[in-house]
């Protein structure tokens, strides 16, 4: 450490991240003394899923699920806890899940030129990752935790399970895709160049569409 003054913090860091992994991993510490463990685990995952099926049926991904399908996808999602300073994902690795922040903040940022770039911030009831979990590209930014996070993820085998069902969600997501990706672009609609804006959204909708089918293998 550079500055000793920072030496309680990074402490207090390392071994609360410690402590959040041995969590994930259900490693339990055979403390040598008399503990009372009290177990209130199933009802606050319970209440996470509750309020994890209100944001999913506000996000436009999942429009195209019926309730049945919805509830299949939170029942076979995992909740995890992360601490302060822990990384979600982590830009440029592969990932095939998405998540959605139940509780807590997390920063948002890029590498450029060699140095981390804060761009943005989830907070509780946001979604990310879609489009490694939908398109199979790489992580497009690093999200760390700046507290206490609860996130729900949902991995690839069970979105596949509801594309298999309903075929239609195919188009409707690569719609969806193609105009998050024009967004992203800085392309909005101009009267001016109409032709322009609609061959451009149907060359990503065809692509998109091409992705789906490789990642998912339908």
Same mark, same amino acid.
Request: aromatic share 6%.
């Given at each position: 450490? %550079?500055?000793?003054?920072?030496?309680?913090?990074?402490?207090?860091?390392?071994?609360?991240?410690?402590?959040?992994?041995?969590?994930? &991993? &259900? +490693?339990?510490?055979?403390?040598?003394?008399?503990?009372?463990?009290?177990?209130?685990?199933?009802?606050?995952?319970?209440? $996470?899923?509750?309020?994890?099926?209100? +944001?999913?049926?506000?996000?436009?991904?999942?429009?195209?699920?019926?309730?049945?399908?919805?509830?299949?996808?939170?029942?076979?999602?995992? +909740?995890?806890?992360?601490?302060? %300073?822990?990384?979600?994902?982590?830009?440029? @690795?592969?990932?095939?899940?998405?998540?959605?922040?139940?509780?807590?903040? #997390?920063?948002?940022?890029?590498?450029?030129?060699?140095?981390?770039?804060?761009? $943005? #911030?989830?907070?509780? $009831?946001?979604?990310?990752? @879609?489009?490694?979990?939908?398109?199979?590209?790489?992580?497009?930014?690093?999200?760390?935790?700046?507290?206490?996070?609860?996130?729900?993820?949902? /991995?690839?085998?069970?979105? #596949?399970?509801?594309?298999?069902?309903?075929?239609?969600?195919?188009?409707? =997501?690569?719609?969806? =895709?193609?105009?998050?990706?024009?967004? /992203?672009?800085?392309?909005? !609609?101009?009267?001016?160049?109409?032709?322009?804006?609609? !061959?451009?959204?149907?060359?990503?909708?065809?692509?998109? =569409?091409?992705?789906?089918?490789?990642?998912?293998? =339908?």
């Amino acid at each position: 450490m %550079g500055n000793h003054r920072a030496y309680n913090d990074v402490c207090d860091a390392i071994r609360t991240n410690i402590w959040y992994e041995f969590r994930r &991993q &259900q +490693i339990t510490i055979p403390f040598p003394i008399r503990t009372l463990h009290v177990q209130r685990g199933p009802k606050r995952i319970a209440d $996470g899923r509750t309020e994890a099926r209100a +944001i999913l049926r506000g996000e436009a991904l999942f429009d195209c699920m019926n309730d049945t399908q919805l509830e299949n996808v939170l029942q076979n999602a995992q +909740i995890h806890h992360y601490g302060r %300073g822990e990384r979600l994902i982590q830009e440029g @690795e592969a990932g095939d899940s998405m998540f959605v922040m139940l509780r807590g903040n #997390a920063a948002v940022s890029v590498a450029r030129n060699g140095t981390s770039v804060r761009v $943005g #911030a989830m907070r509780q $009831g946001d979604c990310f990752g @879609e489009f490694s979990l939908l398109t199979g590209e790489p992580r497009s930014a690093t999200i760390r935790a700046e507290n206490d996070c609860e996130v729900l993820e949902i /991995g690839k085998p069970v979105m #596949a399970e509801v594309l298999r069902e309903s075929p239609e969600c195919l188009s409707a =997501l690569s719609d969806l =895709l193609a105009k998050r990706k024009l967004e /992203g672009e800085g392309i909005v !609609k101009d009267a001016a160049v109409p032709h322009e804006q609609e !061959k451009r959204e149907s060359e990503y909708r065809s692509n998109f =569409l091409r992705r789906l089918r490789t990642v998912f293998e =339908l």
